[in-house]
């Protein structure tokens, strides 16, 4: 079974402060993607990394897709209120064409 | 016309209810999905379906029935539901299966 384990699982900082969610397996994806959900919401798609070792940058956001395609990292610079929000990573199997999700991150950034 | 949309937003429903949930999706996109979403889990797959015929079900209880019209159209048929299955009900959509996902933006179910 595919899993995918996210950390940490809740983080509360303060404004300007920087941050990394890492979500790590012991399986290879295919490709990885991260999603950022708002209370009330519907995941809205931030990225998907597809080449290991990949690194793409979203104004604040960088994700990165490590290099045998297990792992990845979301790393927020000068965080601000309106990153608040579920972070979640999501990898596409290889052999089952499904999303595999971890559990998320609650991130939470005061003014 | 946003990309996925899911009626109702809201549902609060009996044990003994029967009701609906409906999705469509305006990206004309050829699989369409059902997840769960309860506190502090991950999304938990429940169906697939590609080209309108269902490719996975992964042990979903047969109170839950989902109906796929057409590629653009997704339902899930809830009856005689338990307390547990109160969630956050998410629908999505990709190209293919197995592309990237794009969600709507839920149904909030209370089963009474």
């Known amino acids: 079974t595919q899993l995918l384990e996210q950390s940490p699982q809740f983080l509360s900082i303060q404004e300007g402060e920087n941050l990394t969610v890492y979500c790590n397996s012991s399986?290879?994806?295919?490709?990885l993607q991260w999603y950022r959900q708002e209370p009330g919401e519907g995941p809205v798609l931030l990225v998907t990394?597809?080449?290991?070792?990949e690194v793409k940058k979203l104004k604040r956001l960088t994700f990165q897709f490590g290099d045998a395609r297990k792992d990845s990292s979301l790393h927020i610079t000068a965080a601000q209120p309106g990153d608040t929000g579920l972070y979640l990573c999501?990898?596409?199997?290889?052999?089952?064409?499904?999303?595999?999700f971890g559990q998320g991150t609650t991130l939470q950034v005061k003014p | 016309e946003t990309g996925v949309t899911q009626t109702p937003r809201h549902l609060v429903m009996g044990m003994t209810n029967k009701k609906s949930l409906k999705c469509e999706q305006h990206?004309?996109?050829?699989?369409m999905y059902w997840y769960k979403q309860s506190a502090k889990k991950p999304l938990e797959l429940m169906f697939v379906?590609?080209?309108?015929?269902?490719?996975e079900n992964n042990s979903v209880p047969s109170r839950f029935s989902p109906e796929c019209p057409n590629s653009s159209h997704l339902f899930l048929h809830l009856h005689t539901l338990q307390p547990e299955d109160s969630a956050l009900y998410l629908c999505?959509?990709?190209?293919?299966?197995?592309?990237?996902?794009?969600f709507g933006p839920g149904t909030r179910l209370l089963v009474l």
């Open positions: 399986s290879v994806f295919s490709s």
């Open positions: 990206l004309g996109h050829n699989a």
């Open positions: 999501a990898g596409l199997g290889g052999n089952t064409g499904k999303l595999i």
């Open positions: 999505a959509s990709s190209q293919m299966s197995g592309g990237t996902q794009y």
């Open positions: 379906y590609n080209f309108k015929e269902q490719t």
């Open positions: 990394v597809v080449t290991g070792g």
